[in-house]
């Protein structure tokens, strides 16, 4: 499982190289796309709806991602905490980020069930919404559902000893949460051990000067 930062390129030097991490690009934050590509770090790219969408910022933020290698998933906008008006920007906006050549994960929001999602049309599901609809029972079938359907899973706003681990157990393949960028010196080691010990694996350091140009920046 990985942990998507937004702002990665400020964090890269205390915790890179590791298969646990990638970056998180979003229409305002206006993150550079060049030392991630340079890494060679998987990203993703989120819609801003949680804070409020702004079409012209998300369309300039598509034309910026087109033909970079390394992409998840871009999320298709969504309502928060309405699954029936995602569902209904969800066909708006499907063909746009094909067209962009872009894999497409649907938010899932509050009131959606597996039977409502046109798994041919996602690459990824996100689950979003509400606490109680992401960690409950809805939450967990849609996540089960997009297992079988052989599709990948991101969860947000995960930052806490007890939802990574929810997470794991469940078998979602990335995360994000916006504690890891401002308290990354702590929380983030802790989560990176929190997974490298569920795995069974030993978390290696890599010094910044060995990155690419030590190209590290939101610039």
Not at 99 to 114: E, I, N
Not at 141 to 160: F, L, P, Y
């Amino acid at each position: 499982m990985k942990i998507l930062i937004n702002g990665f390129g400020s964090k890269l030097h205390r915790w890179w190289p590791s298969p646990y991490l990638g970056a998180l690009f979003s229409p305002s934050a206006g993150n550079s796309t060049k030392p991630i590509v340079q890494n060679s770090i998987p990203w993703a790219a989120d819609n801003d709806c949680f804070t409020g969408f702004n079409e012209q910022k998300y369309r300039k933020m598509l034309i910026k991602l087109v033909n970079h290698p390394g992409c998840l998933f871009v999320t298709a906008p969504d309502k928060v905490k309405d699954g029936k008006e995602t569902l209904s920007l969800f066909e708006v906006w499907q063909p746009v980020l094909k067209a962009h050549h872009l894999p497409v994960a649907l938010v899932a929001q509050d009131g959606m069930s597996p039977s409502d999602i046109e798994w041919r049309e996602i690459d990824w599901i996100f689950i979003g919404g509400s606490t109680e609809f992401k960690v409950g029972k809805d939450g967990k079938k849609i996540i089960e559902r997009a297992k079988e359907e052989n599709k990948k899973v991101h969860m947000g706003r995960v930052s806490t000893y007890e939802r990574i681990k929810y997470c794991l157990e469940s078998g979602v393949d990335t995360i994000d949460g916006t504690r890891f960028s401002w308290f990354d010196k702590k929380l983030l080691g802790a989560a990176l051990d929190q997974i490298h010990t569920f795995f069974g694996t030993e978390r290696v350091a890599c010094p910044y000067s060995e990155l690419t140009n030590g190209a590290v920046s939101n610039v």
